[in-house]
């Protein structure tokens, strides 16, 4: 069963059913790859609200923002009162254009 979705057909099985088994970062190419191994080097795989706004120059505010819609998980650790992102997730929020 298919259906027409934004202009393109999508199946039932969901838009990755030909990419099985294949995670996103693994579709990544080689130079996103280094990119986020030198990012993750620099700042560490949990990074704090403060840092994840120098990465992508957006605003603190604008990342909780995303957080609360549901397009930045954050994460909380132990009982700490602290939230904090991973490197990889606010790495996916910068897409190139050009």
């Given at each position: ?6 202009g393109?057909?999508?199946?039932a099985g ?5 990419m099985?088994g294949?995670?996103?970062?693994s579709?990544?190419?080689?130079d996103?790859?280094?990119?986020l191994?030198?990012l993750t080097a620099?700042?560490g ?5 403060a840092q994840?706004a120098?990465?992508?120059?957006a605003s ?9 819609a ?6 909380r650790?132990g ?8 490197t990889?997730?606010v790495y996916a929020?910068i897409?190139?254009?050009?």
């Amino acid at each position: 069963m298919t259906s027409v979705q934004e202009g393109r057909t999508r199946s039932a099985g969901g838009p990755d059913e030909g990419m099985r088994g294949v995670s996103g970062i693994s579709r990544m190419a080689a130079d996103e790859l280094d990119e986020l191994a030198q990012l993750t080097a620099e700042y560490g795989r949990l990074i704090s609200y403060a840092q994840a706004a120098e990465i992508t120059t957006a605003s603190v505010r604008t990342l909780k923002r995303l957080t609360a819609a549901g397009d930045l998980p954050c994460y909380r650790i132990g009982r700490a009162r602290v939230l904090r992102v991973r490197t990889a997730d606010v790495y996916a929020l910068i897409r190139r254009v050009a």
